[in-house]
């Protein structure tokens, strides 16, 4: 019954900056993990960012200082801040709500953010 979906991807130039958004429904948001992870061509899915539903934050070390998960409970919507773009940041960004013993877990879409020149 649960359903994630991304947006807020396109294209921008290296320094830029975006911002990714994550609706949630049919699950109990505020008690749910979640995370943002990317994947580019030939490249594995990686962890980019997850915020527990205490707002405890994990970055990767190639987004650490640059970008911000964030949460609106009310909105059921997890956010990414992404600044200072770097063309190596490429990639399908996807939302993810961890299992929990009540719920599966559920991934969405996936939203593509190209950064180049």
């Known amino acids: 019954q649960g359903q994630l979906v991304e947006s807020g991807g396109g294209l921008v130039q290296p320094g830029g900056s975006l911002r990714l958004s994550c609706a949630a429904s049919?699950?109990?948001?505020?008690?749910?993990?979640m995370g943002w992870y990317r994947q580019a061509p030939g490249k594995q899915r990686d962890l980019v960012a997850r915020i527990t539903s205490g707002g405890s934050t994990t970055y990767a070390n190639s987004a650490e200082g640059r970008f911000t998960i964030s949460r609106d409970n009310a909105k059921s919507t997890v956010y990414l801040q992404m600044n200072s773009l770097k063309p190596e940041d490429t990639a399908v960004y996807f939302c993810n709500a961890e299992r929990t013993w009540y719920d599966a877990e559920l991934w969405g879409q996936g939203t593509q953010v190209t950064v180049s020149s």
């Open positions: 049919g699950i109990i948001f505020s008690r749910q993990i």
